[in-house]
Nanobody, 125 residues
Framework: VQLQASGGGLVQAGGSLRLSCTTS????????MGWFRQAPGKEREIVAA????????YYTDSVKGRFSISRDNAKSTVYLQMNSLKPEDTAVYYC???????????????????WGQGTQVTVSS
């Protein structure tokens, strides 16, 4: 199973980026998906998550109102639209898939079985 994240880059504060994560050899529609990030010297944290059908989403407090997670099951792709970016959003962003068989939307990394390679997001002030 491979998850491929893309869309990271360098942006000025207040700008926007859209991250994408696509997968192969995974029954995408059976998986909850999450975006995590890890800043230098900090632990990895969840940013947003979306339930398999897209009807339930979660956002960590620091990104509410600025980030939006969505998914296209037909394209086996999950997105993270990031607006009004701040320097503190600078991190490596990872997408993750829960694996099938989990009925609730997990919010901790221990319940995500598959991980992408990460994409760097840098926000300059």
């Amino acid at each position: 199973v491979q998850l491929q994240a893309s869309g990271g880059g360098l942006v000025q504060a207040g700008g926007s980026l859209r991250l994408s994560c696509t997968t192969s050899r995974l029954s995408f529609r059976n998986n909850h998906m999450g975006w995590f990030r890890q800043a230098p010297g900090k632990e990895r944290e969840i940013v947003a998550a979306i339930e398999w059908s897209g009807s339930i989403t979660y956002y960590t407090d620091s990104v509410k109102g600025r980030f939006s997670i969505s998914r296209d099951n037909a394209k086996s792709t999950v997105y993270l639209q990031m607006n009004s970016l701040k320097p503190e959003d600078t991190a490596v962003y990872y997408c993750a898939a829960s694996g099938s068989g989990i009925s609730w939307l997990p919010l901790d990394e221990d319940h995500y079985a598959y991980w992408g390679q990460g994409t760097q997001v840098t926000v300059s002030s």
